[in-house]
């Protein structure tokens, strides 16, 4: 025995002692114990503070609805708030911290809200802070946000991992208590697939706090061995620390399993949690019940619980709050813990708030009896009874153990809008409404309470789903148990209190939920957000009844008149990280990369993600020592000579059909029924709104097929897009669509030498002379000596340029070819950054440019709208607001010093006006060095920009202070005629 509160007996292997720390002060459990249990154990009773008020809060429950001891575990990165130290499994050396308090938990500073109370009642926040109004962001707002949240985050990035899974079965048994131990072995033996999930690392539920029998053995050996006999059938998955969080549509629940929550942190290659999707074609609700609260005066004092808390402490985890403890009861389960501690040699006394309690011996009974105060700063010392007889009575206690009922666990049947129903028979909601199909509660989860009748419910329960299954059901013998009646007469609360806690978290009192109903807050949806009630990490499991009850008193009508609010998932609260899963950090996405990234990152590349993909930034060369020679050096070599660019990250969709040409059409603004088979065309896609939506080329293979590029960016939303266009606007045009960008491996060849450098790659049988082959042509062709491949005369660089694409398994073997092809041209890799500055010294636009708020006609291609046909966003194009004198075009701009930059994000004003919004001529898009000028140049929008060419206007960007002038010029700096690539 270890502590002073440590019992006999237990389900807690004292042979393995573990040491452990609570606020800096260390302890010693055992194997089996929770943080909670080896606290008591040692006399801890105090081991948080409320939200609101500060005050001192223990333990008061034994489970996953614990709402006052939530503590930080572990250190460091690991640092874990707001965990339930009920739940808390204890392992060698977990440090443990209170939370929510300053300095320390027995002096916390902010405890003089308590003092402070009556300026704090419900609602308080909707009636304060309003005045003066310049204190909000000053001084309310900052105050509010030191005050907010429970416990502290590291700071530091979670070194752990966490996974998602998928799991199948004919049914999922939610819960491994009596009910669903029965179901589970019911349908395994029947031959079903079976999960059982349950939240405890102990299979048995609330056998393991009992002390009565199962046949001829205890309920927790009848639980341990017919967990074992489960384990051991290949059709069974049993799921111990498994919380099912959540009901979705189509049988699918949502289940976390704490893989390593229970040690000091995982092994090797072991996440510490996973999120499993479970597809389930029937599933039981076996999750029981919790025992509800009565509301008095001072009734959150630490050593105050619930009577089954209490039980479960004693014989579970053979620990008590103090040797001297009372109960206070409506019903004779309160009095079963009292039999159950005087048998482990504590003192108990019962107060019963029923006249006609049962007569016991071993323990003294208070009938007709109330608790009316308790007494004790930071934990329980004293107990204020009123008598039968008007008098009172003080009880030295260091616990005390309320029972008002129990409460079926129904929140998962409430996730598709189910809403429970009264029965008047145990004081409860019990499941109604619209369960989630193929959902059947069991046990006390259905408002079955006895042994026995749990047992009996869930063999019921699993018959039934193997029947809609189509299963043959094999009833499991089942033990003979207690089957005692459910005799309680409710009793919600102590009147005359004048501070009783409903909400013990959040610090919502009897008297709230009274104010509550006194501002007509009287709606229970309403009452919840007023008052807080039932918001806090319990989801109210341990408040709402009582919260519902005075309420219903208050306003004169009975508790289901006034109803109930129903739950949401999570069950319980569940860590951000495992719905996140492995989607962090470089894992955030799939990185997809490109044919030629093993060659690039051989030549030392530099990546850069853009999008998902990974894509070579530039090549840098010994001796260079900044980006800038690196991408100077392959704009210049590119230009001169050749240059090769991996291209395969653009959107690449296949378009095929005796009706492609004609929807084509309708998607693209500018006409594409005429384009001759081998030959391409430059396309401007709108949305319907009549804004720029992409651009790309449409190359025509044959009659009925087309391959259509996108941007990089916008791959997947036109994709999606002409899916909806084909499916939804023109169902009856004969037209398939399939994404190919992953198929086929493309780069860029340009240069003056791009043709040279191809004709030693192309199979001779194909003419790609400026003749044979010109701008804009395009064609299946064959190179290396027969492998197929696509060729296309593009530019993006404005010099003499082709793409080629070929299976994507031939990527990198191409690349290595044309690079070995082009060594007598002095060919260059060239990256993102060198094409970049290529595309805006020829004036292309790009993602810059296409931002979603500019238009054909702002771009310069307001000519490319054909008028002749219909397309999407034609008629919108043709707005009024979108067709303005003024409007802003695309143009270049040089800067009149030289040496000056052209910074992208910069507005231009004119000389001259005012730096203000109303004075904004426009706004610079994309910008470089461009080394093929030897200065830095931009092109953006400016307000009748092509009527200004020539001008000089003011560069100016009030956040960085720069303000010169640049010349508004042709956004074509390189080659404006286009001789270059059509040479």
């Known amino acids: ?48 503070r409320s939200f609101k008020y500060h005050r001192p809060r223990g333990p008061m429950s034994a489970g996953s609805e614990e709402p006052n001891a939530i503590v930080e575990l572990r250190e460091g990165a690991r640092k874990e708030p707001n965990t339930r130290a009920t739940t808390a499994e204890l392992f060698d050396g977990l440090s443990a911290n209170s939370q929510n308090r300053w300095p320390s938990l027995k002096w916390d500073v902010m405890a003089v809200n308590d ?462 990280g495992v719905f996140a899963g492995r989607s962090r950090d470089m894992d955030f996405r799939p990185t997809r990369k490109t044919p030629s990234h093993v060659w690039a990152e051989e030549q030392g590349a530099v990546f850069v993600e853009v999008g998902m993909w990974l894509r070579a930034q530039w090549f840098p060369r010994p001796g260079e020592t900044h980006w800038r020679e690196s991408v100077d050096r392959e704009v210049t070599q590119t230009r001169k000579s050749v240059g090769i660019c991996d291209v395969t990250t653009l959107g690449k969709i296949d378009v095929q059909g005796a009706d492609a040409a004609e929807f084509l059409n309708k998607v693209y603004c500018n006409g594409f029924a005429k384009l001759a088979v081998g030959r391409t065309r430059y396309g401007l896609m709108l949305r319907e709104d009549g804004i720029a939506m992409d651009d790309g080329t449409a190359a025509r293979l044959a009659e009925d097929h087309f391959v259509v590029t996108t941007t990089t960016a916008n791959a997947v939303a036109v994709y999606r897009h002409m899916e909806f266009v084909r499916q939804c606007l023109f169902p009856d045009m004969d037209v398939q669509l399939i994404s190919t960008t992953e198929a086929w491996a493309q780069f860029a060849v340009a240069g003056p030498n791009a043709r040279k450098l191809l004709q030693k790659i192309v199979d001779p049988a194909h003419d790609i002379s400026n003749e044979g082959f010109p701008f804009m042509a395009c064609a299946e062709i064959t190179v290396c000596g027969g492998l197929r491949a696509r060729l296309f005369r593009i530019s993006f660089s404005g010099e003499l340029a082709y793409e080629i694409a070929v299976p994507t398994r031939y990527g990198d073997a191409l690349i290595r070819r044309m690079m070995q092809a082009g060594e007598e041209f002095d060919v260059v890799a060239y990256g993102t950054e060198a094409l970049g500055v290529m595309r805006i010294e020829k004036g292309h636009a790009a993602g810059n440019e296409l931002n979603g708020t500019t238009t054909a006609l702002n771009l310069g291609m307001g000519r490319m709208v054909s008028k002749k046909k219909d397309s999407i966003g034609l008629t919108l194009s043709e707005r009024e607001g979108l067709n303005e004198a003024d409007a802003l075009k695309l143009v270049g701009f040089r800067p009149v010093n030289p040496q000056d930059k052209v910074p992208a994000g910069s507005h231009l004003m004119t000389r001259g006006d005012p730096v203000d919004a109303a004075h904004d001529q426009g706004y610079v898009t994309s910008a470089c060095y461009s080394p093929s000028l030897g200065y830095h140049i931009g092109i953006g929008f400016l307000k009748s920009g092509d009527s200004r060419k020539g001008e000089i206007v003011r560069l100016v960007s009030p956040l960085t202070g720069l303000d010169h002038e640049v010349e508004v010029v042709s956004a074509h700096f390189v080659d404006p005629e286009g001789e270059r690539l059509r040479a």
């Open 1 to 48: 025995m270890t502590g002073p509160n440590r019992l006999n007996g237990g389900l807690i292997d004292r042979s393995k002692p573990l040491n452990f720390t609570f606020d800096g002060r260390r302890y010693q459990g055992f194997a089996g114990d929770t943080l909670a249990s080896a606290l008591l154990a040692n006399d801890v009773r105090l081991m948080g």
């Open 115 to 576: 003092r402070l109370s009556n300026f704090f009642a419900a609602g308080f926040y909707y009636k304060t802070f309003m005045w003066p109004a310049a204190f909000w962001e000053k001084v309310y707002e900052p105050i509010i946000r030191k005050a907010a949240g429970l416990g502290t985050l590291s700071h530091a990035p979670d070194p752990d991992s966490y996974d998602k899974g998928f799991l199948h079965c004919d049914l999922l048994v939610i819960g491994a208590g009596p009910a669903g131990l029965a179901a589970a072995l019911t349908a395994a033996q029947s031959g079903a697939q079976v999960i059982v999930a349950d939240e405890d690392f102990l299979p048995g539920g609330r056998l393991n706090a009992e002390t009565f029998a199962l046949g001829d053995q205890s309920g927790a050996a009848w639980a341990a061995e017919t967990a074992a006999a489960l384990q051991a059938m290949p059709n069974v998955r049993l799921m111990t620390r498994s919380t099912v969080i959540g009901a979705f549509d189509h049988g699918i629940y949502g289940v976390v399993e704490r893989v390593s929550d229970h040690l000091p942190q995982p092994l090797p290659g072991k996440p510490r949690q996973i999120l499993w999707r479970v597809y389930s074609r029937r599933a039981i609700l076996a999750a029981g019940a919790t025992e509800r609260p009565i509301v008095f005066e001072n009734n959150d004092r630490p050593g105050i619980m619930l009577a089954s808390a209490l039980r479960s402490y004693a014989n579970r985890w053979a620990a008590t709050p103090a040797r001297a403890v009372a109960v206070f009861t409506n019903n004779d389960d309160g009095h079963r813990t009292a039999r159950d501690l005087s048998a482990q040699g504590v003192s108990a006394v019962v107060i019963d708030t029923r006249t006609d309690a049962p007569e016991t011996t071993g323990y003294e009974t208070i009938p007709g009896a109330t608790v009316t105060n308790t007494q004790g700063r930071l934990g329980l010392t004293t107990v204020e009874v009123t008598l039968a007889t008007g008098t009172t009575r003080t009880l030295s206690v260091g616990g005390l153990g309320v029972s008002g009922g129990w409460n079926p666990n129904v929140h998962l049947t409430c996730h598709q809008r189910g809403r429970p129903v009264w029965d008047q028979a145990i004081a409860a909601f019990v499941p109604g409404g619209a369960l989630p199909v193929g959902l059947i509660p069991a046990g006390a989860a259905q408002g079955v309470f006895s042994t026995h009748g749990a047992l009996a419910s869930g063999q019921a329960a699993a018959q039934q789903a193997l029947t809609d299954l189509g299963i043959p059901a094999k009833p499991a013998a089942l033990p003979q148990a207690e089957d005692a009646p459910v005799n309680v007469t409710p009793f919600w609360h102590v009147r005359g209190a004048k501070r009783a806690w409903v909400d013990q978290q959040n610090d919502v009192t009897a008297k709230d939920v009274k104010l509550a109903h006194q501002e007509n807050f009287v709606s229970v949806e309403h009452l919840k957000r007023y008052t807080t009630l039932g918001m806090a990490t319990d989801q109210g499991k341990t408040s709402n009844m009582a919260g519902l009850a005075i309420m219903a008193e208050v306003a004169g009508k009975s508790i289901p008149e006034v109803g109930t609010t129903m739950f949401r998932p999570p069950y319980t609260p569940t860590a951000m």
